[in-house]
């Protein structure tokens, strides 16, 4: 099953995926190479099989016909006289200086290797000699010796080599490579010019996000990221304007509603005490808890501005706070670390996890260390834990384990989510997991 399915994988091509590169300006140098890449190899691929193919061919005929052609006459001329005079003119006219050994054989130390221009050379000859031959092209560099064998010696023609080679193949292999890399660092510096306004719009919405102010973000770029950038501005617009309205109704409704529950708790202080007047009191006590939760929660500190806060000072202040109360807390600092948080917020989340931890275990343990790429705080308590089936739906709005909403186990259901909503407005999450001490752990990362 499992071949099966990595047949499946690469015949789809999803393979090409994985190789391709992840960032946008990754992908925009692999566009830009790429195509490039493949041009050049085209050119140079088509330039060697028509052009140097071609022309050197029709070279190395040239140089093996005048060779061949020297032979013949030099063996047909009787008088040194005229031996002579067509060496010299065979140097002056056609740059070939041939010379004869007489009873010499082939040289045998002649090393022969694999060479296109030497097997040109090579097969010209084979076309227009009827005699033993070689070709050295080693022996001096800039001149290639042909070693002709005949019945009475050894002719020995000497041509410069370039008669038989042209170095216009590296002149244009050198400009297309040069011309390549200029043109690719020239389109390579653009794109990056380019990429700058979307990572400063991709910034921006990450600082929107966790509900800081984009005072240095300006429109600009190209036309499709100056759109962007102007509906994430017009975006947080709304959203800001939808969280004052928020705000502002239900800080309307809390004080509606607290006139009448003054006028009930003033009644009930001139009524005799008895058991009716303290439930009442009691009740009253709870729809003011509530009402204070339910603004709070509509609220969510979105008036604070971010400020760099030592995070192990705010947990220490939290603690020792705590230990007012309730001395059964620890705390451990792994990392001294520096964030720019909204800090009444943030504090307002640390002692509501802390609180809940105590309210539900008999000890608490805190700790404050970075992992990896984020800033995390453990809140571990040795209660009752939470089932890992329900552990999401405690973040859930106005949602209790305890159904029964009694002050005396818990608030209204809005502790968590105030907290899980402070933490995501700041870029990170909580997560509950299993604490080494039996209980509940409340994991708070925090980018940094």
Avoid at 377 to 383: F, T, V, W
Wanted: glycine residues 8%; hydrophobic residues 45%; proline residues 5%.
């Amino acid at each position: 099953m499992d071949f099966m399915r990595q047949c499946s994988f690469y015949l789809r091509g999803r393979w090409i995926k994985h190789l391709l590169p992840k960032s946008l300006f990754g992908r925009t140098i692999l566009i830009i190479v790429l195509p490039t890449f493949l041009a050049l190899s085209v050119a140079t691929f088509v330039f060697f099989d028509r052009h140097w193919y071609t022309v050197t061919r029709r070279m190395t005929n040239a140089v093996a016909g005048e060779v061949g052609v020297m032979i013949d006459m030099l063996a047909q001329v009787d008088g040194t006289a005229q031996r002579e005079a067509l060496l010299r003119s065979a140097e002056s006219k056609l740059d070939l200086f041939v010379t004869f050994v007489p009873g010499r054989r082939l040289p045998r130390h002649v090393t022969h290797y694999g060479s296109p221009l030497r097997e040109m050379l090579r097969k010209a000859l084979d076309e227009r000699l009827a005699f033993p031959h070689l070709i050295d092209l080693k022996q001096e560099p800039g001149t290639v010796f042909i070693f002709v064998e005949v019945p009475k010696g050894l002719y020995i023609a000497q041509v410069p080599q370039r008669r038989i080679y042209t170095p216009t193949t590296e002149v244009f292999i050198g400009w297309m490579i040069g011309s390549s890399f200029l043109l690719s660092a020239i389109a390579l510096l653009f794109m990056r010019n380019q990429m700058r306004p979307v990572r400063r719009l991709a910034d921006a919405a990450e600082a929107i996000g966790k509900g800081q102010d984009v005072p240095w973000f300006k429109l600009e770029g190209a036309t499709e990221v100056r759109q962007a950038g102007a509906a994430l501005l017009v975006m947080n617009d709304r959203l800001r304007r939808a969280i004052v309205q928020r705000t502002t109704m239900l800080a309307g409704v809390s004080h509606d509603m607290r006139t009448p529950l003054t006028r009930m708790k003033l009644e009930l202080a001139m009524m005799p005490e008895s058991a009716h007047t303290r439930g009442f009191h009691a009740d009253i006590g709870e729809m003011e808890t509530m009402l204070e939760a339910y603004l709070a929660f509509a609220r969510g500190e979105e008036a604070e501005q971010s400020t760099p806060t030592d995070i192990g000072a705010m947990l220490h202040d939290i603690v020792e706070a705590t230990k007012r109360e309730n001395p059964n807390i620890s705390l451990t600092i792994q990392d001294a670390i520096t964030l720019k948080i909204r800090p009444n917020a943030m504090k307002r989340c640390l002692a509501n996890l802390i609180g809940n931890a105590l309210r539900y275990g008999t000890k608490a343990n805190v700790t404050l260390a970075m992992q990896e790429y984020a800033v995390a705080i453990l809140i571990d308590d040795d209660g009752p834990g939470i089932p890992e089936e329900k552990r999401e739906d405690v973040f859930r709005p106005f949602l209790r384990l305890d159904e029964s909403r009694n002050q005396e186990t818990g608030g209204v259901g809005l502790g968590l989510t105030i907290a899980r909503d402070i933490v995501r407005a700041h870029g990170g999450d909580i997560d509950l997991e299993v604490s080494p001490e039996g209980g509940l752990r409340a994991k708070v990362w925090l980018p940094v």
